[in-house]
């Protein structure tokens, strides 16, 4: 089946500085990517949906400004943390979609956890 | 926005006996309901979903239903396996938008 790469799995920084997650689909075109953050013991939250080529859709209460994303080809979005605070640790998913034809279905990537000392 | 409830939150199985797993939701157009496994530091697998225009589907020991006039899905794991043990997340999505119930931690006991 279709493979949905993160990368990195895990990165730990420090606070203040900013951390780029990439997620890309390995054979298949995404037209459409979804951002996704994970506390512990908790569901996972949609932060922003990530069109190729358009600007970034966020839900409501996510700072655009705070957590950028970039789509910029139908294989990878990536998206960025920045001056990442201890707050934003958690754990980051991407989920693509696979839009060739049919309703298509949902891909999520193996996550990345984010850690801000 | 969609509201989507799960319950139980924690489920313990003998070996072989069968786990159930009910969601609602509250969006009626919505139209596109996955069932994801999640093991211990990894991303979802989605496991078997449904779409709006069935009512019933089944993947070996594992079978869903929906319910739309009462807004509500269901996941059924026949003959439960130590290998079952994970978190289960259902979901609900108009046009894939997910919105995730609050997960499930089903423990099989050998």
């Known amino acids: 089946g279709a493979v949905v790469s993160q990368h990195p799995s895990r990165v730990i920084c420090k606070s203040g500085t900013s951390v780029k997650i990439e997620c890309r689909s390995l054979?298949?075109?995404?037209?459409?990517m979804f951002w996704y953050r994970q506390f512990p013991k908790q569901s996972l939250m949609l932060m922003a949906t990530?069109?190729?080529?358009?600007?970034?859709?966020?839900e409501q209460g996510v700072e655009k400004d705070k957590f950028l994303i970039n789509h910029a080809s139908l294989t990878l979005s990536t998206l960025t943390v920045t001056s990442a605070h201890p707050e934003d640790s958690s754990f980051y998913i991407c989920?693509?979609?696979?839009?060739?034809?049919?309703?298509?279905?949902?891909?999520f990537g193996e996550g990345s956890r984010l850690t801000v000392l | 926005g969609e509201n989507v409830e799960q319950h139980p939150s924690t489920l313990s199985v003998q070996e072989g006996d069968s786990a159930v797993i009910k969601c609602t939701y509250s969006?009626?157009?919505?139209?596109?309901f996955p069932w994801y496994k999640q093991e211990l530091g990894k991303g979802p697998q989605l496991i078997i979903d449904?779409?709006?225009?069935?009512g019933e589907k089944k993947d070996q020991r594992i079978a869903v239903t929906l319910n739309k006039t009462a807004k509500h899905f269901s996941l059924h794991i026949t003959e439960t396996q130590p290998e079952d043990s994970a978190v289960y997340f259902c979901?609900?999505?108009?046009?894939?938008?997910?919105?995730f119930g609050a997960g499930t931690t089903v423990t099989v006991r050998a």
């Open positions: 979901a609900a999505a108009n046009d894939y938008k997910l919105s």
């Open positions: 054979d298949f075109q995404a037209t459409t």
């Open positions: 449904i779409r709006s225009n069935v």
């Open positions: 989920s693509a979609r696979d839009g060739a034809g049919g309703p298509g279905e949902l891909f």
């Open positions: 969006d009626s157009a919505s139209n596109y």
């Open positions: 990530s069109n190729e080529g358009s600007k970034a859709t966020y």
